[in-house]
């Protein structure tokens, strides 16, 4: 794979792993269904991708941009990736959780005070679309306040962790 891979993600299935390479700015694609791995396509992502999660079903791959705030999204995940569309969440995305049925993405963007959870809509079909910008309240720095998420099973709640000078949960 490209230099310097930093990310790992295994599909839902198992049969690919999605390897993050931040320097090139890019994720590649392995084939892992035969006895001999293949290496297949990769897809440029935004300026120093971070993290990476799939949507619930597999076929969405959601790539977070640190330095360019944007989250790149790829479909068909599991059988022939392709680029689908990036979209502009708020300063820094550090982490994503999706509801169980993968309608609603949540991303933790750390790069302001207070820091925010970006809400995207449709996360799991081909028109995925960013719909609010929620303010956690922090009065710590929000580069050292990275939250940890956790939606609840039902997915009516989420929960974010702020830690630091709050100690509390948003």
Request: neutral net charge.
């Amino acid at each position: 794979v490209g230099s310097n891979p930093q990310v790992l993600l295994i599909s839902p299935d198992g049969s690919n792993v999605y390897v993050l390479c931040p320097a090139a700015k890019r994720v590649y694609f392995l084939y892992m269904a035969s006895s001999s791995p293949q290496v297949g396509i990769y897809i440029t992502t935004g300026e120093a991708p971070i993290s990476m999660a799939t949507s619930p079903d597999g076929n969405f791959l959601y790539i977070l941009n640190h330095d360019s705030n944007s989250v790149t999204v790829i479909k068909d995940a599991f059988t022939s990736p392709a680029f689908l569309t990036t979209i502009n969440v708020g300063i820094n995305p550090y982490s994503i959780k999706f509801t169980p049925d993968g309608n609603y993405a949540y991303i933790y963007c750390c790069g302001s005070s207070p820091a925010s959870i970006s809400v995207i809509k449709n996360a799991n079909t081909t028109a995925p679309s960013l719909i609010n910008s929620l303010n956690v309240n922090a009065v710590t720095p929000a580069y050292l306040n990275k939250a940890i998420m956790q939606i609840t099973p039902d997915g009516k709640y989420l929960y974010a962790s702020n830690r630091g000078v709050e100690n509390n949960i948003a």
